[in-house]
């Protein structure tokens, strides 16, 4: 197998795992037997679970992401394509989450938080640069750092509903919540010059 296709065959078996598992309950001695190959191997491209999680967790965002911003939103105004751009991204990052790492071991490890901090960063980073190169937004001045304005205050309080609730259901309600009473007025907050 060339180098690829072998960490493509780590990322799968990983992805299949801790879908079915959660990250913490997969070892890397399971991610291996999945994979067909030595452990050593998985090593041999990443540095550790966490790296081979992060490692797929940026391919499932930039696919996302690019899906996100490059749909045909030509004629709707910018404020409802921010509106709609942030709450798909919110969808995404909670998605992340819930299918791939597990709330309870997010909400119990510190090494956890940390991770997911960085990550959020990444993908903030990731949507920044996306947004500055859509089509039919005006970038005034300062637009990049309104832009991240409104994506910081979005996952934060993504994130702490998602933390705080009890159900599914309480997170939909929130999602709804947020798109309604709160979403629209940060976006106008964003967009003010």
């Not at 992805?15 to 001695?29: A, D, I, M, P």
């Not at 399971?30 to 067909?36: G, L, S």
């Amino acid at each position: 197998m060339e180098a690829d296709k072998i960490k493509e065959s780590i990322k799968r078996a990983a992805q299949e795992l801790f879908r079915k598992f959660g990250y913490h309950k997969t070892s890397v001695n399971e991610i291996a037997k999945r994979a067909k190959i030595a452990k050593a191997t998985i090593y041999k491209y990443f540095d550790s679970k966490e790296s081979v999680l992060h490692a797929l967790l940026m391919d499932y965002i930039r696919v996302n992401v690019d899906e996100l911003v490059h749909v045909n939103t030509n004629e709707i105004d910018e404020e409802r394509q921010l509106n709609n751009l942030i709450m798909k991204t919110c969808r995404l990052s909670y998605t992340v989450c819930n299918e791939f790492i597990g709330w309870d071991f997010i909400r119990e490890s510190a090494n956890s938080q940390e991770f997911l901090r960085n990550l959020s960063n990444e993908l903030e980073d990731l949507l920044v640069s996306s947004f500055m190169h859509l089509g039919g937004i005006r970038k005034t001045e300062n637009y990049a750092q309104r832009i991240r304005f409104l994506i910081k205050c979005s996952k934060s309080i993504v994130f702490s509903f998602a933390f705080t609730s009890v159900s599914d259901s309480d997170v939909r309600k929130n999602f709804v919540s947020f798109q309604k009473e709160i979403l629209p007025y940060l976006v106008k907050a964003a967009l003010t010059v």
